[in-house]
């Protein structure tokens, strides 16, 4: 097996960070997820252990439920293809619940949403060309180990940010790669 792997473990926890740098005195965040997809669960455990780390509790809605995110400060989603598919009913909710969302596809901020941060597609097919180069020259499948992404990006929505009553503060807009008016 090899290849190249979209998801880290790591990031739902670092775009759990990111929501709470921007809204202050976040204490309840609803997660979206959806029940059906794997790595769901493994974002569950290390959102969980940011969380605690970072004093915010986080309300548990699958994809079904997302009428119960009304004690909610802010909301995480989770990514999927539920919730690409569904992203402007996802913008309705967190836009009439003024609700400060984070996402992990940068489409989401290119829409409306408020942020998002996730792998940087420019650089992974970047190394999924040099994946295949190295097939074509040779190079036997088995041998390549899978690799984790190394590249992500945090893209913040100006606009949606002004519209949830929220200022950027220096710190997510230095690490921002795209910020948009």
Not at 53 to 59: N, Q
Not at 117 to 137: E, N, Q
Not at 155 to 167: D, H, Q
Request: proline share 8%.
């Amino acid at each position: 097996m090899t290849g190249l792997s979209y998801f880290s473990e790591a990031i739902v926890a670092k775009r759990l960070e990111l929501l709470k740098e921007l809204v202050p005195g976040l204490v309840r965040v609803g997660v979206l997820r959806n029940p059906l997809v794997p790595s769901h669960p493994i974002y569950w455990k290390d959102t969980g252990v940011a969380a605690q780390r970072l004093g915010v509790v986080r309300l548990p809605r699958c994809a079904d439920s997302t009428a119960k995110l009304r004690n909610a400060q802010a909301l995480l989603v989770f990514d999927d293809i539920l919730t690409m598919t569904y992203r402007s009913r996802i913008f309705a909710l967190a836009a009439s619940s003024r609700l400060p969302a984070m996402y992990g596809f940068r489409e989401f901020p290119d829409a409306g949403g408020l942020m998002s941060y996730g792998v940087s597609d420019p650089a992974l097919w970047w190394r999924i060309a040099r994946f295949v180069d190295k097939i074509l020259k040779g190079a036997k499948p088995a041998d390549l180990p899978v690799e984790q992404p190394t590249k992500f990006e945090l893209v913040i929505n100006f606009k949606t940010a002004k519209a949830r009553g929220l200022t950027v503060p220096p710190t997510p807009l230095a690490r921002a790669n795209e910020a948009i008016e």
